[in-house]
């Protein structure tokens, strides 16, 4: 099992910027893809970028290409997600996720079975 930890939510105004970490410790050897997801209340959880922790390879959800950016550091075991050009709609709790799976780029939460507790995004008009 992975225990994940998400830090770097806040609150920021409309145009700003944010970048989130998520420190793995555990068994990371047994996945091979994290990602992040967010949700707020009375919604599904959504899939935000996906990252192959091997290969690097990533995939984005449609509403955040081009203003985030996920990428892995091996070395410390460590998730990013910087994320640009914020406005109201990104507003949710973000969660950190890792699996070992072969849809990892799919963005769907079931495939992930290693979840962090969240940190919130607030982001103001």
């Known amino acids: 099992q992975v225990q994940l930890v998400e830090s770097g939510g806040g609150s920021v105004q409309a145009g700003g910027s944010l970048r989130l970490s998520c420190t793995a410790s555990?068994?990371?050897?047994?996945?091979?893809?994290m990602a992040w997801f967010r949700q707020v209340p009375g919604k599904e959880r959504e899939g935000v970028a996906a990252?192959?922790?091997?290969?690097?390879?990533?995939n984005y959800a449609d509403s955040v290409k081009g203003r985030f950016s996920i990428s892995y550091e091996n070395g410390i075991d460590t998730l990013y997600l910087q994320m640009n050009s914020l406005n109201p709609e990104d507003t949710a709790m973000y969660y950190c996720?890792?699996?070992?799976?072969?849809?990892?780029?799919?963005?769907?939460?079931?495939?992930?079975?290693?979840w962090g507790q969240g940190t919130q995004v607030t982001v103001s008009s």
């Open positions: 555990g068994d990371t050897s047994s996945t091979n893809s």
């Open positions: 990252i192959q922790t091997g290969g690097r390879a990533t």
């Open positions: 996720a890792a699996g070992l799976t072969g849809s990892w780029a799919l963005l769907i939460p079931g495939d992930f079975n290693s």
